[in-house]
DNA sequence: TTTGACGATGCAACCCGGTTGCAAAGTCAA
DNA sequence: TTGACTTTGCAACCGGGTTGCATCGTCAAA
């Protein structure tokens, strides 16, 4: 369904080239985070630094946002209105070291924390580890 | 004090060498977290590799223990009685991007998780990205 | 229709943190 | 003194990420 992922970029300000449209597609079908590895591993005729600046742009324009899970940054498709002016979904992340998936806890409430005096919070990072559904058992 | 590092090391089972001494006491003076490169910086004339094989023998004997903060790891001394067994220290910890210091929140409790069901839990990893009380302001 | 500006792409090279193989040097006890 | 075992130094490597630069495609002004 071509369209709705042209309108979905165009909802965001990103020219819909042919790769922008094929990689917001597969994360679109995949529910999964991606990384720039395995969006090359996908897009083998593609290039890594054409992948790697279509990740950049849809993040900077609010499409999707990057969570560093040991080492590797994942994409994940922004759930609320994210835009230029900023990421609103700000949730924990749950990463399966079995089938090595990250998936977005969008329900967990984000807690609250007490910093010592005079300190001063911009961001929370906060990655789960362990086994998916599928994996444990 | 070289007496007390040394008594340090030995309670981890760890052989004290000139080089392991060198680096838990520049641990213990910062009281801050140190990355294997600033212990490059520090100990120029020394090897990356020894350093590298010294940070992994502190974490695997439960000396220190290891902080992913977004692309590189810092390692921090522990505070409870951490060993080959396992790190028991959990807790959250405060990335600076100022000074770029992290330092532990140790006092800070590690909150609570409700995961979908069937998934299982491992470790939680906690980053608050902010401005210390020196660089704040 | 031609031209030129501008954004997107491909390619190659680079950076940097981390990691490993291997040989040399050190330690220590038989 | 010898030999086993550990630690160190050096060099090379790895993978993810990033950038400079030339080329290509698109589109609108001339
Ligand atoms: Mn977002
Ligand atoms: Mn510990
Ligand atoms: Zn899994
Ligand atoms: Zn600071």
Known sequence: M????????????????AMRLL?????????TAASLGQLEREFYRSD???LYRTLKTFEKKGLIHG?????????????????EEGHFDVHPHFF???CAKTICLSQAKMPRFD??????????NLILKGRCDECAG
């Open 2 to 17: 071509k369209h709705s992922s042209e309108k979905h970029l165009a909802q965001h300000g990103i020219h819909p080239t």
């Open 23 to 31: 990689v917001l597609e597969y994360l679109l079908d995949n529910r």
């Open 48 to 50: 890594k630094a054409t």
């Open 67 to 83: 969570v560093n899970v040991g080492g590797t940054t994942v994409y994940l498709l922004c759930r609320e209105n994210c835009s």
């Open 96 to 98: 399966c070291t079995g």
């Open 115 to 124: 910093l010592p005096e005079g300190f001063d919070l911009h961001e929370v």
